[in-house]
């Protein structure tokens, strides 16, 4: 009767196809480690190591790669991004003019880069058409702002 350290080989392979894939999903280099920790499993068994010393090498060679490649292989592929913000946080400081009269219950305004936001005002004044604001901070789709002193 064949014993599971017989086909143990079958099993590193499995686990590896299964955390390669995952990686291939989330692109954070963690299951890249454990599937090459896989791979020195399966060494192992291929040199008639038993099961239990398998996977200890397997486990201290996952460790070993997380700890000191990875880091060094996200820096890499991090270092082309682009720096400029997006989305929400490039909106914060943005300059905008009033063109509904902006309450703390209602108003819009038309920020600088061309979108029209519901806003509501930080203080307690009310703001006018034509007024120049600055956003301080968005909820939702509402952008909280405050009257931007006029420079003389």
């Known amino acids: 009767m064949p014993t599971i350290a017989e086909f143990a080989w079958i099993a590193w392979l499995v686990l590896m196809a299964v955390f ?4 291939m999903l989330t692109l954070d280099f963690t299951f890249l480690m454990l599937g090459i920790g896989g791979l020195a499993g399966l060494a192992s068994d291929l040199f008639g190591a038993p099961i239990w010393l398998q996977v200890i090498i397997a ?14 292989l996200l820096r890499r592929l991090r270092r082309g991004e682009d720096a400029a913000q997006t ?4 909106l914060i400081g943005l300059t905008g003019q009033v063109v509904d009269t902006v ?18 005002v930080v203080s307690a004044a ?18 909280y702002v405050h009257k931007l002193e006029e420079q003389s």
Do not use: H, M, Y
């Open 103 to 120: 309450t703390d219950t209602t108003g819009l305004v038309k920020l600088a880069n061309g979108e029209t936001w519901t806003a509501r």
């Open 59 to 72: 486990a201290i060679v996952s460790v070993l790669l997380i700890f000191l490649l990875r880091p060094p």
């Open 87 to 90: 989305n929400v946080p490039a």
């Open 20 to 23: 390669l894939v995952i990686e």
């Open 126 to 143: 009310p703001l006018g058409p034509g007024q120049t604001v600055r956003v301080l901070r968005i909820d939702g789709a509402t952008a």
